[in-house]
C-alpha cells in the first residue's frame, strides 16, 4: 500500500510513500505521518492512500504515525482542494490557514502549580510563622481554608512572587506544593450557563420538524432561516443541534461576530456542557492548538465560532449554522484564500451529506434571492417569541432639530435625550449605536484647512482621546497628538469634526452623571474577556447605557433593553459601493432588533439627516421586503450581484505610476471574453492608497442569464490570470484574485 504525504511546506506538492506492513490497518486519510523528506525526518499528512504507485523512482517507506486519531476528515481535505482551485489559492496556503500554526510541533497543555494545605500542621507554628512571615502566615492562612488544591500564580494580591512563599511553606512542610498540566481554558468567553425552560410554540415547532426530518434524510439541504428579531432562532438552533448529537453527529455553529459568543456560549453549554467548543480571534495558539485535537479525539461535538470554524475536523458533521448569514465578517479579504464562509459551508455541507441553515432576521440580498429561485428551503418565523410586539420606531430628522435648536452639529437630539432619561428614570436599559470608534473622524486646522491624513492611506486620520492620539482605522498608524497643532501651519486652532464613540461616552457622562454608562468597541475589548464582563454586566442590569459600535448591533438579547438609540443611521449610506445600501439597512434594522424583545415594550429612536432616503425610510418602517425589492430591482438594472458573478484582480504598488501602467499593460493582454462578460477598468480604487500601496482593480461582471453557475467567468479568470503573477509581477507590485468580492472600495 502507498500513501500520498503532503508536507506543510509552501506549496503542499504531495509526494509517494510505501506504508509499511505494520502500520497499514491504523493508517487512513488524515492521519499525521514521519516521513524522510530531503534527508530529514518531517510531519507530513497523508492525503490519499492508493494500492499501486504510479511514481517511477524508488518509493521511501512513512516512518511512524504520529498521532492515534485522524487530525483531518477526509471531506475536509477535499474541501481544502475546492477552495484551493475556486479561489485560485496555492493548497499550501490554503492548508496554513486551515489548520492551526503549532500543530506540528505537538503542543502539551501548560503546567501551573498548585499549593494544598496539610492536615498535621502544629497550630504553634502557625503563631510562629505570624511574627516570622507575615506574607506566608497570609498564604498558609487562605491555603488551610480551602477544601481544594489553590493555583499558586492566583495568590498574587499577597506577593509579587506567590511561588517563592509556598516554596518556604513547603520547606517547613507546612503545604504541599506540586505541578498539574491544565487545559486551556476559554469559560471566560462564555457566560455562566443558565437552565432555561423552552417549550418551542407553534411556528418554532413546525420549522424544527422541517429541519429534523431533513437531518434524518443523512443528504444535503441548504436552508434559509428568516425569523425576525427574538423570534427565538437560537433555540431553533438548539433544538436541532440536540436532535444531530441524538443521531450521533456533530454541528457547526458559526456566528459573525465575536460579541455574540459570551451570550450564545452560555445558552448551548446550559443544554450540552462540556461537549461545545469555542473557535475564535481571542484564542491563543495553545487553545488553539489544544481545542483542534480534541475536536478530532470526539471529545467536542459543537463548535461555535467565527468564520474559521468552517473548518474544524469533526467527524459526522450533521449540521451547519451560520447566524447572521449576511454579515461581511464572514468573508476573509486578506491574507489569501481571499474566501467566503458562507460559500464554503455551503459546499462542506454538500461534502458531509448535512442541512445547513443560513439564518437571519435581515438574510443578505443573494440569500433572500435565492430563496425566490428555490435555491435555499425557506423556514419562517414572522413574530417575536411569546407575544413580544415589534419596538415603536421613532425618526428624527437632525436638519429640522438643528434650525428648530439653532444648535450645529448636535450629536444627541433633544428628543433621543428625553427618551434616555424615561428609560432611566424607570430603570430599564438602552443601548446607544455610534459605528464609528475614536473621539473624532475628522481634524482639520481652522486657519489652513488642511485635513490629518494618514501618511500610508488615502484616509483620514481619527482622533482618540483617551490615548491621545491621531490614528489610521485602515493601517492602525497612529500619531500622538501631542502638540495639538496642525502639521503644516503650525496652527492651534484644531477643529475636531464629527463624533465617534468616545465623544459619545463624553456627551453622555456630561448629560447622565448619574448613570452607569459603558462602551464597547475595538478599543475596549482587546483583551477579548473584557467583551464578557462588559456584556455580562448589562445583562445583570450594572449598566444604564450600553454604547458601541456594530458589535452590539445584532444576536444580543436583553430583557430589559428598551430603547435602542441610532445615532448616527446615515453613516456608510454614500458609500460608492454597491452594496452600501443593504448594510445600511440591515444595520439599523438588526440594531433597532435589540429593543423590547422580551414583555416590556421597546421604543427605537433613528437620528438622520437623510429621512427621506429610501434605505432609512424602510429601515424605520421595519419593512425588510419593501426595501429588499427596490435593492433587487437596482441590482438587476445594473448588473450586479445576485444578478450576476463578480471577480477583480487588484493591483498594488508603493509606486503610483507603475501601478498604473501595471494596470494598463495586464487590462490590455486580457484574451477571450464573451457576451454576457462585462469588464470595468482598470481604475483606482476609491481607497486609492492602502498601507503605503496604491491601488488600481479591474472588476468583472457576468451575467447570471448567460451564466447561471459562474463556471464561464471561473474558467475566463483562470486562463487570463492562473500563475499570472510569475509573468507580470515584478517584485515590487502585488496582484491579487478576488472572486465574489464584498466590496468594490
Ligand atoms: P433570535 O435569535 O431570533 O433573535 P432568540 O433565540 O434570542 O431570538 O429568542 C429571543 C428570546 O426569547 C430569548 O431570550 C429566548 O430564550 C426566548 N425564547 C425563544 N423561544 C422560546 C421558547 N420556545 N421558550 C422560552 N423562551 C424562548
Ligand atoms: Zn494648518
Ligand atoms: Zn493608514
New binding site residues.
Partial sequence: MFAEVAFPISNFKTFTYQIPEKLIAETHVGSRVLAPFRRQQKEGIIVNILTSSSFKGETKLINKLIDNYQIVTPELWELINWISNYYMTPLGQVAKTVFPKNLSTRYKPQKLWFVESRIDINPLQFEKLKKRAPKQYEVLKLVTTESRPLQVSLLKNFASNPLQICKSLEQDKLVKLFEKEVKPNSDHFSFSPIK??????RS?EEVANLIKISLDSNIYNPYLLH??????????YIESVKYCLGKGKTSIILLPEISLTPQIAG?FRSVFGDRVALWHSKLNQQQRSWTWKEICKGTFKVVIGARSAIFSPLKDLGLVVIDEEQEASFRQDSPSPRYHARDVALMRARLSKAVIILAS?TPSLESYYNRQKNKLKYLH?PN???G?KQPKVHLVDMLKEQEETGKFGQVISGFLQNKIEERLNSNEQVILLQNRRGFSPTIKCGDCGEIAMCPNCNVTFSYHRKTNNLLCHFCGFSRLNEKQSCTECGSKSLLYFGAGTQKVQALLEETFPEASIERLDMDTTTSGINITKILAAFNNGEIDILLGTQMIAK?L?F?NATLVGIINADQGLYLPDFRSGERVFQLIYQAS?RSG??QKPGEVVIQTYSPDNPVIRCAAELDMDKYYEIALREREELDYPPFSWLSKIEIADKNYKRVSKLASTISRKIIGGYSGLEILGPAPCYIEKLRGYYRFQIIFKSQKVIDPNGKKLHSFIKTNFHGFNKNYSNSQSRISIHFDPLSLI
Fill in positions: 432555561k425552560k423552552i417549550t418551542l410554540d418554532q425569523g425576525v428579531t427574538g423570534s427565538g432562532k437560537t433555540e431553533i445558552r432576521a418565523l417575536r417569541f411569546g413580544a444576536g438579547d430583557p432588533g424583545r422580551h
